[in-house]
């Protein structure tokens, strides 16, 4: 299945707000996944505007950021 959603490159291809799909893509997750971090508190910081769900893609980067911080030289 084709890819919907591409990776944006950078902060100036995207804007302020991204959607869990554009998230999901960009991480290569399902969204379903997305959905298990937010109810587990341990996904990138996700934001309510009205009834939808939405990112601020330097809060994704920075919690993704974080999670690359194991050593792989072991």
């Known amino acids: 299945m084709p890819?919907?959603?591409p990776r944006p490159a950078t902060a100036a291809?995207?804007?302020p707000l991204a959607t869990?799909?554009?998230i999901a893509a960009y991480l290569g997750v399902p969204?379903?996944?997305l959905?298990?971090?937010k109810y587990r508190?341990?996904?990138p910081n996700v934001h309510k505007v009205g009834r939808h769900l939405r990112y601020r893609w330097h809060e994704v980067d920075a919690?993704?950021?974080q999670q690359t911080a194991y050593d792989l030289t072991a």
């Open 3 to 5: 890819n919907r959603f």
């Open 20 to 22: 869990p799909a554009e």
């Open 41 to 43: 508190g341990i996904g």
């Open 31 to 33: 969204v379903k996944t």
């Open 63 to 65: 919690w993704l950021d």
């Open 35 to 37: 959905y298990q971090w």
């Open 13 to 15: 291809e995207r804007g």
